[in-house]
Every structure is written in structure tokens, then in C-alpha cells.
């Protein structure tokens, strides 16, 4: 990865496949905002779900500008929506683990700071 000197916005994220009543398939948000506000009407769309302390799976693709991509499963549950912090968790997550296991951290840590995650980095 190269270091860029400016943080790649958001282009797109796409949804894929979701478990549950409320189906996205196919349809893109272009703002974070939209993206959490998609998310947030699934976990209205199945309480019962959500409820019971489960969750539903959602197929998500997170495009910048720059056409770098992120796929990752959401799991949607009784927590507040927040796609960016989501992501943000999960690479600083992946980056503890290159450290203790002697990967590269840096290239995760570079991807968190060249990217937009709607200040959650």
C-alpha cells in the first residue's frame, strides 16, 4: 500500500444479500448516513430477531473513491448502526493480530488512515 496525502472518500456501498424480512440486494447507499440509515430499517424490520438477542447477517461492499474495496458481513443486532466504526473495529482488530502473530500491522494501520470512515477513525 502507498501512503496517500489525502483521505479517500466514500464512493459507495453496495448491499448484497440479508437474512430477515427487509432484503437490500442489490441496492447502494452513497453517504454513510444513507448506508447506516439502510441498515438501521433492517433492524426495524425484524424485532424478532433483534430481540431475541440474535442477529441478522447482511452482505455489505464499501467502495472509496479511489476504488479500493472492503467486503465484510454485518451483523446487524440490538446495537446502534454505525458501518464505518464497524469497519474501523474490525481492521484494528485484524491489525493486534498481525502484530502478536508478527504480520503486517502497518499496512492495516495505513489503510485506516487513508480512508473515510465517516470519523470513526
Do not use: C
Not at 49 to 60: E, L, N, S
Amino acid at each position: 500500500m502507498t501512503t496517500n496525502t489525502t483521505t479517500a472518500q466514500l464512493d459507495n456501498v453496495a448491499f448484497g444479500f440479508a437474512e430477515g424480512t427487509l432484503s437490500p440486494d442489490g441496492a447502494k447507499a452513497y453517504t454513510w448516513h444513507a448506508a447506516n440509515a439502510m441498515l438501521a430499517g433492517i433492524q426495524a424490520a425484524n424485532p424478532e430477531t433483534i430481540i431475541a438477542g440474535a442477529y441478522t447477517k447482511v452482505d455489505v461492499v464499501v467502495t472509496w473513491e479511489d476504488g479500493e474495496t472492503y467486503a465484510l458481513r454485518y451483523d446487524v443486532d440490538h446495537n446502534a448502526v454505525n458501518l464505518g466504526q464497524r469497519i474501523v473495529d474490525g481492521a484494528r482488530g485484524l491489525a493486534d493480530f498481525y502484530r502478536e502473530s508478527g504480520g503486517r500491522a502497518e499496512d492495516v494501520e495505513e489503510f485506516l488512515t487513508n480512508r473515510d470512515f465517516n470519523g470513526a477513525n
